[in-house]
């Protein structure tokens, strides 16, 4: 849950080979009621490398700060392909194989202190990265 405040959603996905179900294209909350359209950003490197939907051409934009680039790259650089939407009061992640960066023991020997310390720090990581993206969204609403 973080209150970004914008009036509408934005979808990141990293784009892939694949080719993406209409499920993958707009998955959202049951909750919101907008309907998500594929934008171009302009950004080539962006473009390439991200799918943005978005309930309008301006609040993709206004989504789509600096901060937040930079985090969805990191993201991608850090985890590999992932699914982001932003609404008005929550911030949803979705990776593909999160089984590649949190290991967990598979046998009984393996079991540790460190081995579980590892995997909620990846996770608080993932959370601080989100926190990151909420608040360069957030700080920029007008009240």
Known sequence: NYATNIDG?????SSHKKILSNSEKTFLPKECTFTPEKIETG???LDEN???FASTQHI????LNSTVIEKIKLFREKYGDFGLAITNEELFISFDGVDRFIKLPEKVSQI???AFK???NQIYDIVEMLNDIGYAISKHVEK
């Open 9 to 13: 959603v934005v979808r990141i996905l």
């Open 43 to 45: 950004n080539i490197e």
């Open 118 to 120: 590892n995997a909620k």
């Open 112 to 114: 540790n202190e460190d």
């Open 50 to 52: 991200f799918e943005i």
């Open 60 to 63: 993709g934009f206004f989504v």
